[in-house]
């Protein structure tokens, strides 16, 4: 028997699309304890390395990650490759611009491409992951586009 990884790995993203599994990562800071994921408002990248990290495509004693700059670092130690978007396949990543996001802060975002000109990431009002047009119907630019030839 031979596991297909990346027919389950695709399978596991579009699965969690509505799951709250990723809306907290606690933290103490300053002793207290905090959210620093604000109930799944700021939780893409919590998101999208907890997925990497259970199909083995991100070190796993350095993940998850609650921050995009972490788990591109890890990405890149892992064979992640930044690619252009005529080359986009199912399953690869996509970081979008950074925008004022629903704290009042600048934060870029990161998801999944899952073909037909759709992804998946973290809403920040609903705090779970969607599928959406992966551009939102041209209303956010992305920044970067990143492939792991193992897949």
Not at 24 to 48: H, P, R, Y
Not at 124 to 150: D, F, L, V
């Amino acid at each position: 028997m031979e596991l297909l990884t990346k027919k389950n790995y695709l399978n596991t993203i579009k699965k969690s699309v509505g799951v709250q599994i990723f809306h907290n990562i606690f933290a103490e800071i300053d002793g207290a304890e905090k959210d620093i994921t604000q109930n799944g408002k700021l939780s893409c990248a919590f998101f999208v390395s907890s997925i990497l990290m259970m199909f083995h495509l991100i070190d796993s004693d350095k993940a998850p990650h609650s921050t995009i700059a972490g788990t591109i670092k890890n990405m890149e130690t892992n064979g992640w490759v930044e690619m252009n978007e005529d080359k986009l396949e199912d399953g690869d990543i996509i970081v979008w611009e950074t925008i004022t996001d629903v704290d009042g802060r600048k934060h870029e975002h990161i998801g999944f491409y899952i073909g037909n000109s759709l992804a998946i990431s973290n809403s920040s009002q609903k705090g779970t992951p969607e599928e959406h047009h992966y551009t939102y119907n041209g209303k956010r630019a992305i920044k970067s586009y990143w492939h792991n030839p193992s897949l």
